[in-house]
């Protein structure tokens, strides 16, 4: 018999049955008004946990078109904008910049440490920039960057908004946008949310809006905030189609966040994720990103010498879990393992109890026991 995989990847992650029964339901017309009023609902919760007083936004795309949403609205061909790099994602932000015509200044990490902060405000000083972007997490990396700190420099730029990549970060790694400086977040439906793919999210504040009124018409049609805050303000109105089904998934997905509390769920993301990352070092691997800044909703796993990527995977994936591998230069050096959302700890004890099957049966064979100990042990604490 074969053994039933979990999708332990950094995206799409595991959906609650609950969450799951709403994709399920017989589909309605987006007009029926009790549709509307659970639109409205999910608008009005997203600008409650993530406080702002500006907008949210939810549009059927994915995070890359939250991305340009995010950028679109803030900034117009020829305008300055920089970009912190901190891997793949990051420097996909640059690209989506340069396609509008912007004027693009990258800051790059090396792959697993951050940009330093102070390096950030010494280039906001040289140039008069109309944005900064930042992705929270990379999952290229697993680094999440001191977006709270990178907000409270870009405040002190009045002419500067602060666009985030949340897309892996949201609703796991704390991001409250008027009190942190967040000027735009873009994430997805997909990661922490623990919805299935299909939903672009974007919330913007107050100084965000104020841009986009201050830009007149953009060349951009389907994500302009101006066609979207009519329908985000009264749902009953039509500009797209809404994705009614994903839309009451979210609609879920924010209750069981709201049930669990969102400072508690931050805390548990914490603890998930410090003792996943103990329990693979146990185990013989290696985090990449540096420890002051690894994200709570995935590691990027470093192979020890004597194992082989793709055979890894396969054979891990034989015992039940499938993770993504490495990107850039990465690729065959590492595995990405997600741990974010509405995962629990069976979830985690069959991961860590998977990859020391898998090790044991690639010739390491002092591991059984070992990862899960320590998993157990931070757990219990």
Not at 215 to 239: A, C, H, Q, V
Not at 353 to 375: H, M, P, Q, W
Request: aromatic share 8%.
């Amino acid at each position: 018999m074969k053994n039933r995989k979990l999708v332990m990847i950094p995206g799409p992650t595991p959906v609650a049955r609950s969450i799951q029964d709403q994709m399920g339901r017989e589909t309605v017309a987006f007009g029926d008004p009790d549709f509307v009023k659970d639109l409205k609902e999910v608008v009005n919760d997203l600008k409650e946990i993530f406080r702002t007083k500006g907008e949210a936004f939810v549009v059927a795309g994915t995070g890359t078109l939250a991305m340009e949403m995010g950028i679109a609205n803030v900034v117009k061909e020829g305008d300055n904008v920089l970009v912190i790099s901190h891997g793949y994602f990051g420097d996909r932000y640059a690209e989506i910049c340069q396609r509008k015509g912007l004027n693009v200044d990258v800051l790059s990490s090396e792959w697993g440490t951050i940009v330093p902060v102070e390096e950030i405000e010494k280039k906001l000083s040289e140039k008069n920039y109309k944005a900064v972007t930042v992705t929270h997490v990379d999952t290229s990396t697993g680094v999440c960057a001191p977006v709270a700190e990178i907000g409270e420099v870009v405040k002190k730029y009045e002419d500067t908004v602060l666009v985030v990549d949340g897309v892996c970060a949201t609703a796991a790694e704390p991001e409250y946008l008027d009190e942190m400086g967040i000027d735009v977040l873009i994430t997805g439906s997909q990661k922490a949310f623990g919805v299935a793919p299909g939903l672009a999210i974007v919330l913007a504040g107050p100084k965000a809006l104020e841009r986009r009124k201050s830009l007149g018409t953009i060349r951009e049609y389907y994500i302009d905030f101006e066609k979207w805050i009519p329908i985000m303000n009264d749902p009953s109105k039509y500009f797209g189609t809404p994705a009614v089904n994903m839309i009451w998934a979210l609609q879920e997905s924010l209750r069981l966040i709201k049930d669990e509390g969102v400072e508690n769920r931050y805390k548990r993301h914490i603890k998930v994720a410090r003792a996943m990352q103990a329990a693979l070092e146990a185990l013989g691997f290696k985090i990449l990103a540096e420890k002051d800044h690894r994200a709570v909703t995935l590691s990027n796993v470093l192979y020890m010498d004597g194992i082989e990527d793709a055979e890894f995977r396969k054979v891990l994936a034989e015992e039940g879990v499938v993770v993504a591998g490495g990107l850039g230069a990465y690729a065959g050096k590492m595995f990405r393992l997600g741990h974010m959302g509405n995962i629990d700890t069976h979830y985690l004890v069959s991961t860590i109890s998977a990859i020391e099957r898998t090790l044991y049966r690639l010739g390491k064979k002092d591991v059984l026991g070992k990862g899960v100990k320590v998993l157990t042990e931070e757990l219990a604490k």
